[in-house]
């Protein structure tokens, strides 16, 4: 089982990125994947949550509104839409899979399976 996100960059302020996190060893739609994301000097921070078999999106509210998480079943992979990106978005981004129950999606300690990590700079 492993994930493999991908998608990072330099962005402008205001611009969007797509991230990727491809599965192998499971299928997509059978397990909840979480993005969560680090910034330098900064605690993980969970961002969005897609749970299995289509109950529910979830995101934080700093990227509410901006962030839209999804999948693709045949290709097998999570997507993370960000647009109106901002500075303070900077961080490394990871994609996590696991079973949290709803009251624990945001907590990456209940996660079995993580992704290496993608770099996404907001500056100008």
Do not use: H
């Amino acid at each position: 089982v492993q994930l493999q996100a991908s998608g990072g960059g330099l962005v402008q302020p205001g611009g969007a990125l797509r991230l990727s996190c491809a599965a192998s060893g499971f299928t997509i739609n059978t397990a909840t994947i979480s993005w969560f994301r680090q910034a330098p000097g900064k605690e993980r921070e969970w961002v969005s949550t897609i749970r299995s078999y289509g109950n529910g999106v979830y995101y934080a509210n700093s990227v509410k509104g901006r962030f839209t998480i999804s999948r693709d079943i045949p290709k097998n992979t999570a997507y993370l839409q960000m647009t109106r990106l901002r500075p303070d978005d900077t961080a490394i981004y990871y994609c996590a899979r696991g079973s949290p129950p709803l009251g624990s999606i945001s907590n990456g300690a209940i996660y079995t399976t993580w992704g290496q990590g993608t770099q996404v700079t907001v500056s100008s």
